[in-house]
């Protein structure tokens, strides 16, 4: 598993890539997914939608995690997490052991960190959260990349999608393309040598203030796909402006600020409630 010298959230700037909303990664079970995601990292499902057995939506504060029941992906990375209560993530993982030990399930400390595994093998990397924060939330993912691509992805997400963007190092050295969201999530881009798995078709989702120009840059190049205007578009090719070269795939989901499920108010539970001492008024967390 890799770090970066990198805070989890960065500070606010001016990016027209406004929320990174969710991370879509089909499981096949519903019982581990439920035992990893709410009992033991403490989310909530969406009481609203996909509330069937076909999905599950995972609410992380103001992101989510899309969790479609088929065949598991895996992420080429790791997803950066939040959460305010990280001090007691332990004691609530640990149990759970026995009833994950037959999957991938992994779970150890590293400095000020949490690495886990879920049980189809995806890591995520769990900090704490800033002292005023309230709720949990997804502050970056981190994607492996072939050596050589990231300056190219780096122009990739600032002339196409016109984010700030730029190459730092990793605490390995390498090469890591770092795209910028204006409220001070993160893509990050390291560069390996290892060698990498295909591309099984997981997605991610994000908002864009003006989509209009990327979309109409993107369409120009051949790049967009389900294409249901400049408010609601995919697109899966990363490719380097200078040479067309093609150096990631990793699919977009792409909406605008008028999309109806922008500003959606998610329902997160507090974790630490529990019927033995209940408090009163204490079921939900503040919105901070």
């Not at 969406?46 to 599950?56: A, C, K, R, T």
């Not at 002292?131 to 002339?159: H, K, M, S, W």
């Not at 864009?208 to 408010?231: F, I």
């Not at 795939?249 to 001492?277: I, K, S, T």
Request: charged letters at 20%; one cysteine or more; proline letters at 10%.
């Amino acid at each position: 598993m890799t770090h970066t010298p990198l805070p989890p959230l960065l500070s606010p700037c001016a990016s027209p890539l406004v929320l990174l909303e969710h991370v879509n990664l089909t499981q096949p079970d519903q019982q581990l997914a439920t035992l990893f995601y709410v009992v033991g990292l403490g989310f909530t499902r969406d009481p609203f939608l996909m509330v069937g057995l076909d999905n599950m939506w995972i609410n992380v504060g103001r992101t989510q995690m899309h969790l479609p029941t088929r065949a598991p992906q895996r992420l080429r990375g790791r997803i950066g997490l939040t959460v305010p209560w990280l001090r007691q993530l332990p004691a609530r993982l640990e149990p759970l052991r026995s009833a994950l030990a037959h999957t991938e399930f992994e779970l150890r400390t590293v400095d000020d960190t949490l690495e886990l595994r879920c049980p189809w093998g995806n890591t995520f990397i769990v900090h704490a959260g800033a002292p005023q924060q309230t709720l949990p939330g997804i502050a970056y993912v981190e994607f492996d990349v072939p050596a050589g691509t990231a300056e190219g992805i780096a122009r990739f997400y600032a002339d196409g999608l016109g984010a700030p963007a730029e190459v730092r190092a990793t605490q390995q050295g390498a090469p890591m393309a770092l795209v910028k969201l204006a409220n001070g999530q993160s893509l990050r881009f390291a560069e390996t040598a290892a060698p990498l798995p295909p591309y099984d078709g997981h997605h991610i989702q994000v908002y864009l203030d003006g989509a209009e120009p990327a979309h109409r840059r993107l369409q120009a190049l051949g790049l967009v796909r389900r294409d249901r205007g400049p408010g609601d578009w995919r697109f899966v090719d990363l490719v380097d402006p200078a040479d067309g070269r093609l150096l990631y795939q990793l699919e977009h989901e792409m909406r605008d600020l008028a999309h109806p499920l922008y500003g959606r108010r998610l329902v997160n539970r507090n974790p630490g409630q529990v019927q033995a001492a209940y408090r009163p008024g204490e079921d939900e967390l503040p919105a901070g």
